[in-house]
């Protein structure tokens, strides 16, 4: 089997494991940082926001992961030195995904107790920050949880949006080496569905994976098989995303429960193509799957065509995979977090520590990455 087909027969055999960088998130030390750890630990896709700076950034993390191989194996790691697919995320409309939150310090007043500073799990809110001679709203590591939003006690934060220009942005992502696309939509907008994918489509045969995210909403299964009819046929991999409750598996265990009743929900409909959960997953995700019998078994390798169509099937109530975003860059903040303390207590140093520069924070990422990980790909 070649390097490349490693991705594509974990879904194929139920073990796909993503990881969601986000589609806003752009800080670019943490993308490159969170791409190498995850791949080092064995993951099948890393998914980031489609700007060419980030794309960069989560390619440098793929390259770095390609020379510490063997170190990878030596240590116990299942990382034979293959990358995984490199995946952009669009939009076609408002998206929760997509935008940032925003104040004007100068508004705060200054008895606040500042709860959204505590709350934020990017720590992208900081106040009269040294290490950031900043404060607000850091823009670059928000992902748009919006959990700041409804504790500020003065209600002045809110939130900018912006959607996925079809024209101008999809043939730059697609001449980056990306191999996978996601396109978020929702119940309604299949005309705007339509026209992103009309940008796309030329270059759908360099895909390797095509996933389409949804939450769910009344009229969702019809919606999506409209979608397949617009979509179909398809040279690449299609993966249905049920996005079950939103950029929030770092919360608790129990937010994993809307993300596998939407994957229950879409499984019964049968549509072509494989089922991955997202929103709210988290270390519980993949014990609830195997509690409720939830987990695609392994099938024989039937080869590059059986393990790359879209029409692989997922007609049995099986689920192919498992993406996770806020809970596994949660897993690795105190390891980056102090990669960063490290950077501004030695001003000798570079201004970005790489993580692979620091060899005990390297394998003690790699470690925690590989606990979520390998719950999938050790079953």
């Keep these: 089997m070649t390097d490349l087909l490693v991705p594509l027969q974990s879904l194929k055999q139920g073990n796909w494991f993503k990881l969601i960088c986000g589609a806003s998130f752009q800080h670019l030390p943490a993308v490159r940082n969170l791409t190498l750890a995850y791949t080092l630990a064995g993951a099948d896709c890393i998914d980031v926001a489609a700007d060419p700076a980030v794309i960069a950034a989560a390619q440098a993390g793929l390259q ?3 020379t510490l191989a063997k170190d990878a194996q030596k240590r116990g790691f299942d990382y034979k030195g293959n990358s995984p697919f490199l995946m952009v995320s ?5 998206d929760p995904h ?11 007043p200054k008895d606040c107790p500042r ?7 990017a720590q992208a809110i900081v106040f009269d920050s040294i290490k950031e001679d900043f404060s607000g709203v850091i823009s670059e590591k928000c992902y748009g949880c919006g959990r700041c939003i409804p504790i500020c006690p003065y209600s002045i934060i809110y939130t900018a949006s912006y959607v996925t220009t079809p024209g101008a942005i999809a043939p730059l992502i697609m001449s980056t080496g990306v191999d996978a696309v996601e396109i978020h939509t929702q119940v309604g907008r299949l005309a705007e569905f339509q026209r992103l ?10 895909l390797k994976v095509l996933a389409i995210s949804c939450p769910d909403g009344e009229g969702m299964t019809d919606y999506l098989r409209t979608v397949y009819d617009l979509i179909a046929p398809l040279k690449s991999a299609l993966i249905w995303q049920t996005d079950g409750r ?7 265990d129990g937010t994993t429960i809307a993300a596998v009743k939407l994957g229950q929900k879409v499984l019964a409909a049968k549509l072509p193509g494989y089922v991955q959960l997202a929103g709210g997953t988290n270390s519980y995700t993949v014990a609830k799957l195997k509690v409720m019998g939830l987990l695609k078994r392994a099938e024989g390798d039937e080869g590059a065509g059986g393990a790359t169509t879209s029409s692989s099937p997922s007609s049995s109530p099986s689920i192919s995979g498992v993406a996770y975003g806020s809970y596994a860059r949660v897993l690795l903040s105190p390891i980056l977090e102090k990669l960063e303390n490290k950077e501004v207590s030695n001003t000798n140093l570079k201004a970005t520590i ?5 060899e ?5 990422a790699v470690e925690l990455a590989h606990f979520l990980v390998s719950q999938i790909k050790s079953r």
């Design 64 to 66: 770095a992961a390609k």
């Design 90 to 94: 669009l939009n076609d409309g408002e």
């Design 98 to 108: 997509f935008r940032k939150a925003e104040f004007n310090p100068n508004e705060c």
């Design 115 to 121: 709860p959204c500073e505590r709350i934020c799990p």
């Design 197 to 206: 994918w009309q940008a796309i489509s030329p270059w759908e045969d360099r």
């Design 246 to 252: 939103s950029m929030s598996g770092d919360i608790g």
């Design 354 to 358: 790489r993580l692979e520069e620091d």
């Design 360 to 364: 005990v924070l390297l394998w003690q």
